[in-house]
């Protein structure tokens, strides 16, 4: 069976390498109030990582120093961070767009009150979960009472300005399928969103539609179901090599918790940190370097060259 | 049976238009239009697709419409349901037919 580093070498003639490091994404922990059943990273309540203040200041620094356009904050639930704001802050002073990736319901904890307005205030772009429009498929992914949760947030963040035309604040979602199936059409899902939620009163950008990946819990899942080898082949058999100019890990550099440098978010649940070649610390950020890194790659990569691409 | 159905001969269908091409076109033009969003959502077409997959028993139709399915946000309470709808009919349409062997019989039964 062909290596996804072999297929990527006949589609370009050469080894997925980065096209340069607009985006530093920081993954500032994993500790997560929902537990769902497609997290890559298996994240939830018990995680105890978490990024530092001084690794949080290492990347502040690597974004002023290098002029990094964009910083996209993830985890686990980057909200249940108590040095969030600080990031952000600190981000958008160096002259950043921030993005933070949000399940949504967590800004329902006490530990997240008065977040969206301090995202609002900030200019922050929110890049939402909301893996299905249908409440019942959300509830069993990730847990009861989940989908009314997340539209009440979606509502407040809908009145703060979020998702509404002129206001210049950016409400993005993210669809996920509910199982071991590759998502359908990106427009036609946008569109079901669009009018589904808009008869909740909710509205919102763009719809991001993002492919199951094969590793932490939802590994663990196709394990149990005896599906890993048949969704290995599903997306192996969807490889599209259009797909590999927009690949998030050739225009980003993914930052773990404890400042380690990741080609993406995968790659951290699989424990493999960029090319041995480029300094692979936050403190050592070197993005000249990194710029022109090799990309590391292992099977699970097949799932973001799967038809649309999760780019 | 397994050398009759093979799964992965659900993903070469396309192989099926081999020789007719302009037959097959037109095939999969009205089926995919058949399964669009009109004045019943794909969601409850999905659900029809599925019941008839079992009613016919064909292991790729199930394939297909239980992905379909899910897709559509369904869980195994929905698919169970549809199975039962459709087990439903046929088992109502072999009962039927008892009418048919009681006129046979009560013509030649002493």
């Not at chain 1, 686990?76 to 319901?105: D, F, K, Q, W, Y």
């Amino acid at each position: 069976m062909r290596s996804f580093d072999d297929t990527v070498r006949e589609a370009l003639g050469g080894p997925l390498t980065a096209a340069g490091v607009v985006i530093l994404q920081l993954n500032i922990g994993y500790v997560c109030n929902l537990r769902c059943k497609h997290c890559h990273l298996s994240a939830g309540p018990e995680r105890g990582e978490r990024m530092s203040l001084e690794t949080m200041d290492e990347a502040l620094r690597a974004v002023r120093r290098h002029g990094i356009p964009t910083v996209d904050i993830t985890g686990g639930a980057p909200e249940l961070s108590p040095r969030l704001r600080h990031l952000v802050a600190g981000a958008r002073a160096a002259g950043a767009h921030v993005i933070v990736r949000s399940n949504l319901t967590v800004l329902l904890e006490p530990a997240a009150a008065g977040l969206p307005e301090f995202y609002r205030d900030q200019g922050v772009e929110v890049v939402a979960s909301l893996p299905h429009v249908v409440g019942a498929s959300v509830d069993r992914v990730r847990g009861g009472g989940t989908f009314e949760k997340s539209l009440s947030v979606l509502r407040r963040l809908n009145g703060l300005g979020y998702g509404k035309k002129g206001t210049g604040l950016v409400l993005n979602l993210v669809y996920n399928p509910p199982g071991a199936i590759l998502p359908g059409p990106q427009k036609e899902l946008e569109d079901r969103y669009r009018r589904e939620l808009a008869a909740q009163g909710i509205v919102f950008d763009r719809l991001f539609t993002f492919a199951n990946m094969a590793l932490g819990r939802f590994r663990e899942f196709l394990v149990r179901s005896r599906g890993l080898e048949s969704y290995l082949a599903q997306v192996r058999r969807a490889f599209n090599p259009a797909t590999l100019d927009g690949l998030m890990c050739r225009h980003l550099v993914s930052v773990r918790w404890d400042g380690t440098l990741f080609d993406c978010d995968f790659n951290q649940a699989t424990d493999l940190p960029v090319e041995a070649a480029c300094p692979r610390h936050i403190s050592a950020f070197d993005p000249g370097r990194l710029a022109r890194r090799r990309i590391v790659t292992g099977e699970h990569c097949f799932v973001c060259t799967a038809g649309a691409g999760t780019g | 049976m397994a050398d009759y159905y093979n799964s992965d001969d659900l993903e070469r269908f396309g192989e099926v238009g081999k020789y007719k091409p302009e037959l097959f076109r037109k095939f999969m033009e009205w089926y995919q239009a058949s399964l669009e969003d009109g004045a019943l959502t794909k969601r409850e077409k999905a659900l029809i697709g599925l019941g008839v997959a079992h009613a016919i028993q064909c292991p790729y139709c199930i394939d297909a419409f239980t992905r379909e399915c899910v897709a559509e946000g369904m869980d195994m309470e929905h698919i169970t349901e549809a199975v039962h709808t459709a087990s439903a009919v046929r088992g109502g349409a072999a009962l039927i037919h008892g009418l048919q062997a009681g006129n046979t019989a009560e013509k030649i039964l002493l």
